[in-house]
């Protein structure tokens, strides 16, 4: 594989995954979409820096390089950095925040020291404490199932205005990388079609290619490198 990855999942109630990365060599890839957005830690060379990224409503090709480590912070839907919204930070116009030393960045005019994987959670902890990281709690009501005491043309500017994409976006996102998985693992195409409540299987090729970037075939074979395939809980 080019992009070797671990993960971890996280006990934060702002955080879903931990994740870090490393390339031998370098290539291109599939970056999937993606509802979640991310704070990433990139070391190539004699670099470091870190980078805010927005969620992702559309496949694209992306360029790795040789020799390069990444650690990930994966936020769970329904948080977001007020500072930094999601919507403008969406489709790979993410921002690298200015470096102060080779091992501290700036953010909201403070120097803070680069996470690791291991300490991610604390760094979050201090970042909400701070107030530069907030949640939703209409988004995570309803993410879980429970009605808020809104309208629901409010709650869809919440979801609008915290995460950059409607609930009707991050579904189908979350439904084609849920398939993506299923494919992973061996499910026939015409399973998963009707398993997730696509209409048929050429409206599942046809959400595959926009959100993950490949065939059904190109998936289940697991030739090409994609990005960071996590198990989905939002449908």
């Known amino acids: 594989m080019l992009i070797n990855f671990e993960d971890r999942p996280s006990d934060s109630l702002f955080v879903d995954r931990i994740w870090r990365s490393h390339s031998e060599r370098a290539g291109i890839f599939h970056s999937m979409a993606t509802c979640n957005w991310v704070m990433v830690v990139t070391r190539h060379k004699d670099a470091t820096f870190l980078t805010v990224r927005g969620p992702e409503t559309k496949a694209t090709i992306a360029e790795c390089p040789a020799e390069g480590e990444w650690i990930g912070i994966h936020f769970k839907l329904g948080t977001c950095m007020p500072l930094l919204p999601n919507g403008d930070l969406r489709d790979r116009n993410g921002l690298n925040l200015p470096e102060s030393s080779r091992k501290a960045f700036y953010l909201n005019g403070s120097a ?37 005491q809104v309208s629901q043309r409010t709650e869809q500017r919440h979801f609008l205005r915290t995460t950059g994409m409607t609930r009707a976006t991050i579904r189908q996102i979350e439904r084609a990388r849920e398939a993506t998985n299923l494919l992973r693992n061996g499910t026939p195409a ?42 989905t809980s939002e449908t």
């Not at 020291?113 to 404490?129: C, D, G, H, I, Q």
């Not at 299987?201 to 960071?228: K, M």
């Open 112 to 148: 803070w020291e680069y996470p690791s994987f291991e300490n991610a959670e604390t760094f979050v902890k201090r970042l909400v404490k701070q107030g530069l990281v907030v949640l939703d709690p209409c988004i995570e009501n309803a993410l879980r199932g429970g009605r808020n």
């Open 190 to 231: 015409i399973n998963v079609a009707h398993d997730l409540g696509y209409f048929d299987q050429a409206h599942l090729t046809r959400s595959l290619a926009h959100f993950i970037g490949q065939s059904p075939n190109q998936i289940a074979r697991a030739e090409e490198q994609l990005s960071f395939l996590y198990k």
